[in-house]
């Protein structure tokens, strides 16, 4: 029989984290494709998402209207309030560049500039040139984020946090 304790555990965990296959290539070479993650549900209950975190969503209104309902995973680059702009294969947040030891190439397009309007969030997939993302359909309302991705689970040579 299980003691209250970890009938409590079990409970919280079911609320805070939720498993989550990773089916495409958008966000290689951070996630493969396959790749099994956890996201934290709790996340963005008491702060707002940073620079970086790669957050789960539902669909903004936009890709609603295209008939997707899939939540997609991204990375958040820009913040409300923050000007971004995309050029010469480097990203720029408010007119300085991005440093970016995460993505698989710098990306082959322009893009804004653009300010991310409040309660909204600039996102990009890390393989930048393979990614339908903010750069394609705009921002993501506060109210769309779902959680941040906390970490891997699957394969087992690549378990750990997600950075």
Known sequence: MLSLGVL???AYA???FEARY???GSMQPTLQTNDRIFINKLAYRSKSPERGDIILFQPTSPLQEQ???TPFICRAIGLPGDKVE???GKVYINNQPLAENYIAEPPAYQYGPITVPANSYFVLGDNRNNSYDSHYWGFVPQEN???KASSRYWPPDRIG???
């Open 145 to 147: 984020l779902m959680g």
């Open 8 to 10: 409590g555990f079990l």
């Open 14 to 16: 079911k609320v805070a």
């Open 161 to 163: 946090d997600i950075q």
């Open 67 to 69: 008939g997707i309902q």
């Open 22 to 24: 990773i089916a495409s």
């Open 86 to 88: 995309i050029r010469q």
